[in-house]
């Protein structure tokens, strides 16, 4: 094929990427099924899932989940009932909503709209490998590790509420502490898995997800996540993103620096950002020396 066949037939997929794209956000409501979405375009089903999985990274069921997530949240937002969302969203009940959320954002509907309203979080502060943190739990898994700043516990605390302000906050170590040893100290346990509950919006959890594929021992820059995402315009959205990362440390937000090679600003100081790394750097060394093999 061509230089200038090629080019025709990516222009004719992007006319049909979009022209999906357009049809999904118009019919969302009505929930297409993708035998539909095809017979708009003319083209087969099998043909769709492959052109649309290829141009958008995601499937046309997940681009519809999204769409379906972020109208149901401005419905949600201003006080409609869970029943009401459902039906307005295109969903024939409030238990395909609730699956809708748990499988999206890890929290129920109701728990979305009013902020974690009955949910119970325990938190506590503890010492770790790079000062004192805040760590939080609920029956669902951790949901914040946050190090204590330059505004104290206060600070820390302020920050706890402010993303669940409708939750039930106690302090109480009996299980932070479990998850500090957890988190440090992996080997103490490491039958039991670590389950993370975070709370953002689409774009945050996408950058979040990206910051867990930086490998241990290596950086980034603002830039180069935002490429990866596929948005490189999207600079300051990202750093935006990574500063709100709730679950420092397990979500890292210290492997990304600025373009010029600055570290840039941290929740808990500059000068924590580049002990973790240093410390991750460290351990990779030693790990690589334990592999070595020695001379006879």
């Known amino acids: 094929m061509t230089g200038a ?6 222009a004719r997929d992007y006319d049909r990427i979009e022209s999906a794209i357009r049809y999904i956000d118009t019919h969302q409501c009505t929930q297409p099924t993708l035998p539909q979405i095809a017979a708009h375009l003319g083209v087969s089903e099998s043909h769709f899932q492959r052109l649309f999985s290829r141009w958008a990274g995601i499937s046309p069921k997940r681009f519809l989940q999204f769409l379906t997530l972020e109208h ?14 459902a039906h307005a969203a295109g969903l024939s009940s409030t238990s395909r909503l609730h699956e809708l959320y748990i499988e999206c954002e890890a929290i129920t509907p109701g728990e979305y709209k ?20 805040l760590v ?32 039930r906050l106690t302090q109480d170590s009996t299980d932070t502490a479990h998850t500090v040893q957890q988190v440090f100290a ?17 774009f945050q959890i996408k950058v979040w997800e990206a910051l867990l ?25 990202v750093a ?47 790990s690589r020396l334990k592999a070595a093999p020695t001379a006879t």
């Not at 739990?137 to 993303?163: H, I, K, W, Y």
């Not at 594929?213 to 959205?237: C, E, I, N, W």
């Open 240 to 286: 935006n993103a990574v500063a709100r990362n709730p679950i420092h440390f397990l979500i890292p937000c210290h492997r990304v620096i600025r373009n010029m090679g600055e570290f840039g600003g941290y929740q808990g100081g500059t000068a924590k950002k580049k002990a973790i790394h240093a410390w991750e750097a460290a351990k990779i060394r030693s």
């Open 72 to 85: 149901t949240k401005r419905l949600l937002r201003n006080a409609a009932s869970t029943l009401d969302t």
């Open 136 to 167: 939080a739990t609920t029956p669902r898994g951790l949901c914040a590790l946050l190090f204590v700043g330059d505004t104290g516990r206060s600070g820390a605390v302020a920050a706890l509420e402010r993303n669940w302000r409708s939750a």
């Open 5 to 10: 066949n090629t080019i025709a037939r990516s």
């Open 213 to 237: 594929r930086v490998p241990r021992g290596r950086l980034v820059s603002y830039q180069d996540l935002s490429r990866h995402l596929g948005a490189p315009s999207a600079v300051r959205a």
């Open 114 to 133: 009013d902020y974690g309203d009955g949910l119970d979080i325990r938190f506590d502060f503890h010492q770790s490998p790079f000062g004192e943190c």
């Open 186 to 202: 992996p080997r103490a346990d490491p039958q039991q898995p670590l389950y993370m509950l975070v709370k953002g919006t689409n």
